[in-house]
């Protein structure tokens, strides 16, 4: 299907546990991004791609990593999972620079 | 700090009324402003957008204003429906850097049959 899907959809995990959050878009979008959702806090960046094997930090980077070896893929690795880092956690790509985003349907990490 | 503000975290609106969901921002340097509508364990949508060099865009029922002086934007419907029920944020894109929006903390809106 073409789009762009996040899986697992929800994921419980222990304090300590590394755990990954997959993003997968079908456009060949250069811009991939991974936020999370927090009441509050609205959307905040975590980290950015704007091209395969380039990422960056946004906002909140700390205890998070990304690596994108393909265009499609972007995934998410908490190396070890705090109570504060449960979210929801939006994936989104985008064609270009001036373009808007298109969101994935979200994950929902809770971390015990 | 936040650069965008959504200072109102809920909003109740009669159908067929107009809503107003406002917005704030801090850093001059952004050039593009964008609505998002989302809806429960859904990703946000894009709605809307407004480049720095309008004050107005519209789109069916769905007006935003931009006001530069004030830094400050509004998203208008008119008229509301219950299907516009949805949590909408506010984003803004800086002119230089990725192409990275900063969002807002978003208002929930609901409209009353």
């Known amino acids: 299907d073409a789009g762009i899907t996040q899986s697992p959809r929800y994921k419980i995990t222990e304090t300590g546990r590394q755990v990954t959050l997959m993003c997968h878009q079908t456009?060949?979008?250069?811009?991939m991004f991974w936020y999370r959702q927090d009441l509050g806090h609205g959307l905040r960046l975590i980290y950015y791609?704007?091209?395969?094997?380039?990422?960056d930090k946004g906002e909140v980077p700390d205890g998070y990593v990304v690596s994108r070896s393909k265009t499609e893929n972007f995934p998410l690795t908490l190396e070890s999972a705090t109570r504060s880092q449960t979210s929801v956690y939006f994936c989104?790509?985008?064609?270009?620079?001036?373009?808007?985003?298109?969101f994935g349907s979200g994950t929902r990490l809770t971390v015990v | 700090d936040q650069q965008v503000k959504q200072n109102s975290p809920s909003l109740s609106v009669q159908e067929g009324r107009i809503s107003i969901l406002n917005c704030d921002y801090t850093?001059?340097?952004?050039?593009?402003f964008l609505w998002y509508k989302k809806y429960p364990a859904e990703g946000p949508t894009f709605l809307i957008s407004?480049?720095?060099?309008?004050d107005k865009n519209e789109d069916g029922r769905f007006t935003v204003f931009l006001n530069k002086s004030a830094k400050h934007l509004s998203l208008h419907i008119v008229p509301s429906q219950p299907g516009d029920s949805a949590v909408y944020f506010c984003?803004?894109?800086?002119?230089?850097?990725?192409?990275?929006?900063?969002f807002g903390t978003g208002t929930r809106l609901t409209v009353i049959p």
């Open positions: 791609s704007a091209a395969a094997d380039i990422t």
């Open positions: 850093n001059s340097m952004f050039d593009y």
């Open positions: 989104a790509s985008s064609e270009s620079r001036v373009g808007g985003y298109t």
């Open positions: 407004i480049s720095s060099i309008k």
């Open positions: 456009w060949s979008h250069s811009y």
């Open positions: 984003a803004a894109r800086a002119q230089t850097g990725a192409n990275n929006l900063f």
